[in-house]
């Protein structure tokens, strides 16, 4: 199966930083895009941004505007989400996802990690 790999959660104080990242398998063909959500406590799941690999082009959810980035690495089969200005407002669990194509939703999904953002 699709494996993809989350790393770089933690905790953080308000203001700080931290960088996400998202390995895929080898085995896994490129996606049409990848993205990343989040899940915080007695919450919805958000969408928080997403890439599309070729091309390169980036959204993003209204409460990260400027405040994420998304990137990703050709090299390392990897996207990222820099956090940058952190808010206890973006505790969550936060899932990387890959879109196979343009037609499908998001289907593959990594196992989370924590983002904590406490004083």
């Known amino acids: 199966q699709v494996q993809l790999v989350e790393s770089g959660g933690g905790l953080v104080q308000p203001g700080g930083s931290l960088r996400l990242s998202c390995a895929a398998s080898?085995?896994?063909?490129?996606?049409?895009?990848m993205g990343w959500f989040r899940r915080a406590p007695e919450k919805e799941r958000e969408f928080v941004a997403a890439i599309i690999w070729s091309g390169g082009s980036t959204y993003y959810g209204d409460s990260v505007k400027g405040r994420f980035t998304i990137s990703r690495d050709y090299a390392k089969n990897t996207v990222y989400l820099q956090m940058d200005s952190l808010k206890p407002d973006d505790t969550a669990v936060y899932y990387c996802?890959?879109?196979?194509?343009?037609?499908?939703?998001?289907?593959?999904w990594g196992q989370g990690t924590q983002v904590t953002v406490s004083s």
């Open positions: 080898v085995r896994t063909k490129t996606p049409y895009a």
């Open positions: 996802a890959a879109r196979p194509n343009c037609a499908t939703d998001y289907n593959y």
